[in-house]
T-cell receptor
């Protein structure tokens, strides 16, 4: 079974631009969640999607948004990029919403200059 | 509020030594799940173990063992006879009723040859 696939692996953007990150979950997994990882803040939950609906949201500004498609693939969008948005963005999938372990992708490394 | 504390930021041990990674959590929920994940240098987080709040049995898997104690709100992870391949960042995580997952800041483990 193929794992969680995130594209692109690396991205360099300038302040003020917007960016879209993509995540393809493991086949059959319906829950997709996103995390931001930085050296200072660690791993922080962004949001979770299940059956195309956002089920949970972390404490991030509205510039961070996402969506999930009918095939469970998910995209995350960050608008009006700030230097502080530079981070590793990780996507994880699981079969359901509750206590199932998360399966993570390799992440997208976003650098904002 | 829910919280996961991994007080050890970084640990270095010599190969074949035993090492314990500490995790202390806070939650008011009676039903919750605790997890450990490993993040090797490649970046992809790998699930190690899940434990629910009603199961206080300790678990052993090869060189890995976990000690869950509700009385002290701790879920510690021990690696016996450590190997260089165990070098990674290890995260403890808590997921409870509202389904948000909270990660600790992680412990970076260096196994020296």
């Amino acid at each position: 079974k193929a794992g969680v696939t995130q594209t692109p692996r690396y991205l360099i953007k300038t302040r003020g631009q917007q960016v879209t990150l993509s995540c393809s979950p493991i086949s059959g997994h319906r829950s997709v969640s996103w995390y931001q990882q930085t050296p200072g803040q660690g791993l922080q939950f962004l949001f979770e999607y299940f059956s195309e609906t956002q089920r949970n949201k972390g404490n991030f500004p509205g510039r961070f948004s996402g969506r999930q498609f009918s095939n469970s693939r998910s995209e995350m969008n960050v608008s009006t990029l700030e230097l502080g948005d530079s981070a590793l963005y990780l996507c994880a999938s699981s079969p359901d919403r509750h206590n199932s372990p998360l399966h993570f992708g390799n992440g997208t490394r976003l650098t904002v200059t | 509020a829910q919280k996961v504390t991994q007080a050890q930021t970084e640990i270095s041990v010599v190969e074949k030594e035993d090492v314990t990674l500490d995790c202390v959590y806070e939650t008011r929920d009676t039903t919750y799940y605790l997890f450990w994940y490993k993040q090797p240098p490649s970046g992809e987080l790998v699930f190690l173990i899940r434990r629910n709040s009603f199961d206080e049995q300790n678990e052993i898997s090869g060189r890995y063992s976990w000690n869950f104690q509700k009385s002290t709100s701790s879920f510690n992870f021990t690696i016996t006879a450590s190997q260089v391949v165990d070098s990674a960042v290890y995260f403890c995580a808590l997921r409870s009723r509202d389904d948000k997952i909270i990660f600790g800041k992680g412990t970076r483990l260096h196994i020296l040859p």
